[in-house]
């Protein structure tokens, strides 16, 4: 039973399909609910960080329903992206209703398509890491998954890091740095991964050439039975996603950086490299993502059984609410700039 809590994301499909079957201010409802409800409903509930025992621990990672409910996302995602494509054909939409459509479709791609695609493409079985690779594919963003597992939790917390934003960057260029940085550190990996291996970098194995044909498939298949309108429907909508996601990282790991010691090296990453949310709805409703720093320290653990601990750096509040808040450079950079002197005092 513990498990159905994480039924709670279906909200967002229902809020979505509002949307998608309405006109007027009902097609923003997913952006209301997601950055207007949930973030007010989450200062009305204090954290949770209460954890398994070793023994409940032990026992919810072998339950095969977290995993199913994960699964359940799949098919979800790929009906709202079919449907999407329909629902923007309709005749005299306002600009405005396809706007709302779009965002709703582009809150899919964030929480669904790349968080789910995220979390699957941890696990250490080639199944769940495909299925990964459809749900980012779906966002145009399967380029994450070399770069995020090579490279970010290799690098997080340092200069090296596309993913970790410095203390003053403003979220806006940040977008932008992180996105298009990660994009080529992904072929990087990929380069260096079959190096070791003795194989050229142009390979079948390099995942980067493959993504990137399936990546342009998927793009002309779109325009070539759909029209260019489809297209640039679905790449506003990936976009949306894609900054949806920028946003989170930029949140998690800003101004955080690792020690180096006397040889140079950085410090092992511990829970201190990562800003952490134990508030409650968040946490349902993004599959834990919000405890990011016991996901840094292990990143192979599975979702429903990260750690709440003491010593990691703690949000203010959760997720939704510090992504609005970091739209907002100064009030941004004075929260954050207090929390991060009192961590290092």
């Known amino acids: 039973m513990k498990s159905f809590k994480y039924l709670s994301i279906l909200i967002l499909p229902i809020t979505v399909y509002i949307s998608f079957t309405s006109t007027g201010l009902l097609t923003f409802l997913p952006l209301i609910i997601f950055f207007g409800f949930v973030p007010s ?31 359940l ?20 939409l306002a600009t405005s209703d396809m706007i709302g459509r779009l965002t709703a479709m582009g809150l899919m791609c964030g929480v669904i398509g790349i968080n789910v695609g995220h979390e699957l493409g941890h696990r250490n079985n080639r199944i769940d890491e495909f299925f990964g690779e459809l749900l980012l594919l779906t966002c145009l963003n399967t380029h994450f998954l ?15 890091d596309a993913a970790t934003a410095r203390k003053n960057e403003l979220l806006y260029l940040f977008w932008i740095r992180s996105h298009f940085t990660s994009y080529v550190q992904a072929w990087q990996c990929e380069y260096n991964r079959l190096t070791t291996s003795n194989r050229s970098w142009f ?16 793009l002309g298949s779109i325009y070539y039975f759909l029209g260019t309108i489809s297209l640039f429907y679905f790449l506003g909508a990936a976009v949306f996603g894609i900054i949806l996601l920028e946003t989170v990282n930029y949140i998690e790991h800003y101004g955080l950086l690792r020690n180096k ?13 990562s800003w952490n949310s134990d508030h409650v709805i968040g946490k ?31 949000m203010p509040t959760g997720y939704p609410g510090m992504m609005l808040l970091s739209l907002f450079p100064p009030l941004w950079f ?12």
């Open 284 to 314: 349902m409703m993004l599959f834990n993502l919000s405890r990011h720093s016991d996901h840094h320290y292990n990143g192979s653990k599975h979702y429903q059984i990260l750690k709440s601990l003491p010593e990691s750096p703690q």
């Open 261 to 273: 010691n006397e040889h140079g090296r950085y410090e092992k990453v511990k829970r201190t490299h």
């Open 41 to 71: 409903l989450e200062l009305l509930f204090k954290p949770t960080k209460e954890n398994f025992t070793k023994e409940e621990e032990k026992k919810e990672k072998e339950n095969k329903l977290y995993t199913g409910i994960l699964y």
């Open 146 to 160: 070399p770069y995020h597992n090579a490279g970010h939790h290799l690098n997080v917390a340092t200069p090296k």
């Open 73 to 92: 996302m799949i098919p979800i995602q790929f009906a709202f992206l079919a449907y999407f494509f329909v629902i923007m054909q309709e005749a005299n």
């Open 203 to 218: 390979h079948p194995q390099n995942r980067m050439i493959i993504y990137s044909i399936c990546n342009l498939m998927l």
């Open 334 to 345: 004075g929260l954050m700039h207090k929390k991060i002197q009192k961590l290092n005092s």
